[in-house]
């Protein structure tokens, strides 16, 4: 007899009075798109974002209704219409500021934290449109939202920038009291295209 063999016979002997009924969880179900989209609203809108969710067809008008007529910057691959709005080709940080609004898309939407995650791509243009305009209108298309961070992870470039947001640009003093808007956008209006 080997020496494994007599440890595992002093187990089997210790075990021998213990109900072999073990109550084994079953594997957690991976959550359905809709799901997904759902918690994903109902996270970023936690977070005082405002979520308006359209369909591709109506996302020109969700993208006027956000804007409600303020002058906005578009990166160069935005790949939509905007009425008005100043395409960015490199405007300083004054230029930034005398302008109302920015619209992006995002590389990726995180369901459980309500995090919208740009990588700067040219339909999300440089980071500093999206953290001097007051207000940022952000498309996430429903097939961009993954459950979690690491989901998320694996789908990023760690070589490019990263912004993650998690609603509007939010801090607190010593006394908690909360202030929107010091370093970024003090309005977050997600369109969540579906």
């Given at each position: 007899?080997?020496?494994?063999?007599?440890?595992?016979?002093?187990?089997?002997?210790?075990?021998?009075?213990?109900?072999?009924a073990?109550?084994?969880?079953?594997?957690?179900?991976?959550?359905?798109?809709?799901?997904?989209?759902?918690?994903?609203?109902?996270?970023?809108?936690?977070?005082?974002?405002?979520?308006?969710?359209?369909?591709?067809?109506?996302?020109?008008?969700?993208?006027?209704?956000?804007?409600?007529?303020?002058?906005?910057?578009?990166?160069?691959?935005?790949?939509?219409?905007?009425?008005?709005?100043?395409?960015?080709?490199?405007?300083?940080?004054?230029?930034?500021?005398?302008?109302?609004?920015?619209?992006?898309?995002?590389?990726?939407?995180?369901?459980?934290?309500?995090?919208?995650?740009?990588?700067?791509?040219?339909?999300?243009?440089?980071?500093?449109?999206?953290?001097?305009?007051?207000?940022?209108?952000?498309?996430?298309?429903?097939?961009?939202v993954?459950?979690?961070?690491?989901?998320?992870?694996?789908?990023?470039?760690?070589?490019r920038?990263?912004?993650?947001?998690?609603?509007?640009?939010?801090?607190?003093?010593?006394?908690?009291?909360?202030?929107?808007?010091?370093?970024?956008?003090?309005?977050?209006?997600?369109l969540?295209?579906?």
């Open positions: 007899m080997s020496a494994r063999d007599d440890i595992l016979g002093r187990v089997r002997a210790a075990l021998a009075d213990v109900s072999p073990v109550s084994v969880p079953a594997a957690p179900r991976a959550p359905d798109r809709g799901d997904l989209v759902a918690l994903f609203d109902e996270r970023i809108a936690d977070y005082r974002a405002v979520v308006t969710r359209c369909t591709r067809t109506g996302l020109e008008e969700a993208v006027a209704a956000a804007l409600g007529g303020a002058r906005a910057v578009v990166p160069p691959g935005l790949g939509l219409e905007v009425a008005g709005a100043v395409v960015d080709d490199g405007l300083s940080a004054a230029e930034l500021d005398a302008i109302d609004a920015v619209i992006t898309r995002a590389a990726v939407g995180i369901a459980e934290t309500g995090t919208i995650v740009l990588d700067h791509q040219p339909d999300q243009g440089r980071r500093a449109i999206s953290l001097v305009p007051d207000l940022h209108v952000c498309i996430v298309d429903a097939s961009q993954v459950a979690d961070v690491p989901d998320a992870i694996a789908l990023l470039d760690p070589a920038p990263l912004t993650w947001i998690s609603g509007p640009s939010a801090t607190s003093d010593i006394e908690l009291d909360r202030v929107e808007g010091v370093h970024g956008p003090r309005t977050l209006h997600v969540l295209v579906e």
